[in-house]
């Protein structure tokens, strides 16, 4: 029955190679194919399933965020990583995807606590660093804060220099 129901929106074409016998994990899977095939609409229509099944599904939440940065809808990839976060508080890289995308939205004080919150985290992660000095200088701080600076000279982060000198920070 359900697979006759997601037939229209999470394509037949996906559906029809799974083998499994559990629809949620159909459907998964699916989304998930569709996602290396880069069909995202499809992808997400999947995983809205999915997450109808089960709110509590993280992988499903994760993957439709992507769909929705893939299509650049930053309000929606940020409310799906708001609510992983409010489940699983402790993985980094989570708070740098959302970070990116208020980037994207040009909050770039929101943007700067998910960074310093993945450092936090991990302060060996030199994406979080980049993205951070990227928020601040997209802030005009063209002084890139010195802190920025010699933390990520720290973490042993090649690309930090490379921001650092293209943008002409101080």
Known sequence: MLLGFVAGTCSAQYMAEQRTTKPIDALY??????MRE???????????NVLS???????ARLQ???CHIAQQHYALAIADYSAVIERRP??????????SAYSEQDRHQAAIADFDKAIELDPTNSEAFNNRLRSKMAMEDTDCA???RSESAR???PEARIILN???CK
């Open 38 to 48: 880069g069909d995202r609409t499809t992808a997400k229509a999947c995983f809205d």
């Open 29 to 34: 899977d699916a989304g998930e194919k569709a």
């Open 155 to 157: 973490s042993g982060n």
């Open 53 to 59: 099944l089960d709110p509590d599904h993280i992988n």
């Open 90 to 99: 402790d993985i980094p890289w989570v708070y740098i995807s959302r970070g």
């Open 64 to 66: 439709r965020a992507s």
């Open 166 to 168: 293209t943008n002409h």
């Open 146 to 148: 010195g802190a920025i």
